[in-house]
């Protein structure tokens, strides 16, 4: 596509709950990040992925956490039994080995209540 | 680790006022160093980049230089515009060894401008 889509815009839901986000990179992008913005904090790192991979999972705050990417192209982010600190804008970005910079997704923003 | 800080915000500006956003940064190694827009409602944008010591990086009237003998890239706009008002995010890349990159980002600074 023209840009990294993400879905849903926002998501409120009920602590506990399980919830998937979703992340649609530019075609041809082998590289493909996320990164969490919560309220007053700068860009959070959770995962990389190159191809369908994850050489660097090192930000992912805890094991309720998980992400997956398949057929190097869309991304699913998971978070399982979801905590009021997991509110926050989940961020998507993806590049190429061509080009420096990433092109964001305008993100997630997720609140547990 | 490496780190970015940055001038803590907002910063309030009238009109044609000048810009300047400060950002110093911790590496190890070379990294190369990056500005980033985040107009209200959107995703973050890429403003500017350097990727190599004095070098200047330039985008719509805003300029940063990679001053390496400071660890700092400065953002600067000699005359802001109320369009201009948008959180900006310094950023440096981790080099990965893969050959991507991992960019670690400042907090942000808000900008508000007023006419």
């Known amino acids: 596509g023209a840009g990294v889509s993400q879905s849903p815009s926002n998501k409120v839901t009920e602590k506990g709950k399980d919830v998937e986000l979703r992340c649609d990179p530019i075609?041809?992008?082998?590289?493909l990040y996320w990164y969490r913005q919560s309220l007053g904090q700068g860009l959070e790192f959770l995962i990389y992925f190159q191809g369908n991979s994850a050489p660097d999972k090192s930000g992912l705050p805890s094991d309720r956490f998980s992400a997956e990417r398949t057929g190097g192209s869309v991304s699913t982010l998971t978070i399982q039994r979801t905590q009021q600190e997991d509110s926050a804008v989940y961020l998507c970005?993806?590049?190429?080995?061509?080009?420096?910079?990433?092109?964001f997704g305008s993100g997630t923003r997720l609140t547990v209540v | 680790g490496n780190s970015v800080t940055q001038m803590e915000g907002p910063v309030t500006l009238s009109e044609e006022a000048f810009l300047t956003i400060n950002c110093t940064y911790t590496a190890t190694g070379y990294p190369s160093l990056f500005w980033y827009v985040q107009y209200p409602g959107e995703g973050l944008q890429l403003l500017l980049k350097a990727t190599k010591a004095d070098d200047k990086g330039s985008n719509k009237g805003f300029e940063a230089t990679y001053r390496k003998e400071t660890t700092s890239f400065h953002l600067e706009k000699g005359s802001v515009q109320v369009s201009d008002s948008a959180v900006y995010f310094c950023?440096?890349?981790?080099?990965?060894?893969?050959?991507?990159?991992?960019?670690?980002f400042g907090t942000g600074t808000r900008l508000l401008v007023s006419p």
């Open positions: 950023a440096l890349s981790d080099a990965l060894n893969t050959g991507f990159q991992k960019l670690v």
């Open positions: 075609s041809g992008h082998t590289a």
């Open positions: 970005a993806s590049t190429s080995r061509h080009l420096y910079g990433y092109t």
